[in-house]
């Protein structure tokens, strides 16, 4: 007996100390033949990476011993190829009972299992008892009789009305294999909906049964992305049936959208599935590469509370057509993009319409543009949302930018604009109207594209018909060359008569969007 508890004793020491750094991913269990991939870790220094089957929850110290045997464990270890992968298939052998096991290896030290259920023929007996239940009651009492096939009796005490719920709500007639998918998925939805296991450990142990590849999928997002999964699938687990992957795969796919920090992350990942979603890229397509460094840079912040693909693919669609329609001027080719990234403005913060005189805005104590701002809203010119938020950094809307600009220099007065896109109804058609009326706008193929951003250029073009001021001289932005032909004049005038002033890179950005800060500093500089 010694002997043979140092034999179990010293094959686990092997086990933990020489696959110190895997991750399993198990594929596919039929019988008793399992298939998974496993992987080490790129510091890893040895070749092969090894991982052991026993039975579920067991450990050194109560691993079954018997006749100098270890019962229902097998170790194995494969040699990895050179980016430290290895394909795992194997048949436990005859003398495994069926029942619950779990499949362990060790990444950088941490313990990482995998759940699998094992079953041969003489399961049928059960599997009989099971598909000739009529309600979830009856198959509970079935499960709880098992005679060929071992539960944890600990998990099944507290969840097997759940358990047996999800089951027989399923299907009714199962084969041993569908059976055991469907107890092992509804076992992982109970116990995450009851938070006994976290969103890791639910996708990492149920991993063979809940139809993704953890380690391609939700193993590669950063930290805000993954818990951002996590919530995303909470508000849905609660009602929700056994075929899982679908909905995993649409949930990861949302939150690696949402988690990425740069124009070039969210390129990347939003268009890889966007054309099988079939999202119409007419307008995508008809804009350079700085447009579309624009576009990309602005949906990163105006996606944070989409919860949906459709939510997410609305703000791409809305950013693409208003980059692709300008409705000032002519469509331009080239185009820059701004180093901002803008805060976005969540749906239910409306922007305050009737005039008004407050200026404490919350957002704006330490801004650069503060005394800019305040003075127009103690005119009444520009007005804040209705969280006492000035939101300085966000882009403004053209009907916004309209709207200032009317009210800023006297403009009223229009007859029917004519713009399809502009109705009766809306908040500010009015000013619309009278800037059409005034020649100040014109829109395009007869579209104002009233909620699309407006760029800088396009908004020295708005003020410049104001102001009709004149210029001497070209403006040394090193991006001069960028601005489209319709605004240079207008650019020109406003740098000159100190209106209107670049960055401190010594580029313009005519394409990028104008912030509502620099709306207010321009709009502000011309009534001095």
Not at 115 to 127: E, K, Q
Not at 264 to 270: A, F, G, L, R
């Given at each position: 007996m010694k002997k043979s508890l140092a034999l179990c004793v010293g094959l686990l020491f092997v086990f933990s100390s020489y696959s110190a750094s895997a991750q399993i991913t198990v594929n596919k269990i039929s019988g008793k033949t399992v298939s998974a991939d496993i992987s080490v870790s790129p510091d890893y220094e040895r070749n092969f990476a090894a991982a052991v089957i026993m039975p579920y929850g067991a450990e050194k110290d109560n691993i079954k011993i018997e006749d100098g045997t270890i019962k229902n464990t097998f170790y194995i270890s494969k040699e990895t190829d050179e980016d430290g992968n290895a394909a795992l298939e194997f048949t436990l052998p005859d003398g495994f009972e069926n029942g619950q096991y779990m499949l362990v290896s060790y990444d950088?030290?941490?313990?990482?299992?995998?759940?699998?259920?094992?079953?041969?023929?003489?399961?049928?007996?059960?599997?009989?008892?099971?598909?000739s239940a009529k309600s979830a009651s009856e198959l509970k009492d079935a499960v709880e009789n098992f005679t060929n096939f071992n539960i944890d009796n600990e998990i099944f005490s507290t969840h097997g009305e759940k358990i047996c719920g999800y089951v027989f709500g399923e299907k009714t007639n199962y084969t041993k294999d569908e059976f055991i998918k469907a107890y092992f998925t509804a076992e992982a939805l109970s116990r995450y909906n009851a938070k006994e296991v976290p969103f890791y450990e639910f996708l990492t142990e149920y991993t063979a049964y809940l139809g993704v590849d953890y380690k391609n999928t939700f193993g590669t997002l950063p930290e805000n992305g993954f818990d951002a999964a996590d919530k995303l699938f909470s508000a849905k687990s609660q009602n929700?049936?056994?075929?899982?992957?679908?909905?995993?795969?649409?949930?990861?796919?949302?939150?690696?959208?949402?988690?990425?920090?740069?124009?070039?992350?969210?390129?990347?990942?939003?268009?890889?599935?966007?054309?099988?979603?079939?999202?119409?890229?007419?307008?995508?397509?008809?804009?350079?590469?700085?447009?579309?460094?624009?576009?990309?840079?602005?949906?990163?912040?105006?996606?944070?509370?989409?919860?949906?693909?459709?939510?997410?693919?609305?703000?791409?669609?809305?950013?693409?057509?208003?980059?692709?329609?300008?409705?000032?001027?002519?469509?331009?080719?080239?185009?820059?993009?701004?180093?901002?990234?803008?805060?976005?403005?969540?749906?239910?913060?409306?922007?305050?319409?009737?005039?008004?005189?407050?200026?404490?805005?919350?957002?704006?104590?330490?801004?650069?543009?503060?005394?800019?701002?305040?003075?127009?809203?103690g005119d009444g010119i520009i007005n804040g949302f209705s969280d006492n938020t000035f939101k300085p950094d966000n882009s403004i809307t053209r009907a916004e930018f309209t709207k200032i600009a009317c009210k800023a220099f006297g403009i009223n007065g229009g007859a029917d604009c004519g713009f399809s896109d502009v109705s009766a109804s809306d908040w500010f058609y009015e000013s619309v109207c009278s800037a059409k009326s005034a020649?100040?706008?014109?829109?395009?193929?007869?579209?104002f594209n009233p909620n699309g951003f407006i760029t800088r250029e396009d908004a020295s073009v708005m003020i410049n018909r104001i102001l009709n001021l004149s210029a001497d001289k070209n403006a040394l932005f090193s991006d001069a060359d960028e601005i489209s032909d319709y605004a240079v004049q207008a650019v020109n005038a406003l740098y000159e008569n100190k209106i209107l002033s670049g960055y401190s890179d010594s580029t313009f950005k005519p394409k990028g969007n104008i912030t509502r800060a620099e709306a207010a500093a321009v709009v502000a500089r011309t009534k001095k």
């Open positions: 950088n030290g941490k313990k990482c299992v995998s759940r699998i259920g094992i079953a041969d023929d003489s399961f049928d007996t059960d599997l009989a008892l099971i598909n929700i049936g056994l075929d899982l992957s679908e909905t995993l795969l649409n949930i990861f796919e949302i939150a690696e959208i949402k988690g990425c920090k740069t124009a070039e992350e969210i390129s990347k990942v939003y268009l890889a599935n966007a054309v099988s979603r079939k999202v119409d890229m007419t307008d995508f397509n008809k804009l350079d590469s700085y447009k579309k460094e624009s576009l990309f840079l602005e949906m990163i912040s105006k996606i944070s509370d989409s919860d949906t693909l459709s939510e997410i693919d609305g703000v791409f669609l809305s950013l693409a057509n208003g980059l692709a329609n300008p409705a000032d001027g002519k469509p331009s080719s080239g185009g820059g993009s701004s180093n901002r990234v803008s805060s976005g403005v969540s749906a239910n913060v409306q922007p305050i319409l009737p005039d008004s005189t407050k200026s404490d805005f919350s957002d704006i104590s330490e801004h650069w543009a503060k005394d800019y701002i305040k003075a127009l809203a020649g100040i706008i014109t829109g395009y193929d007869g579209i």
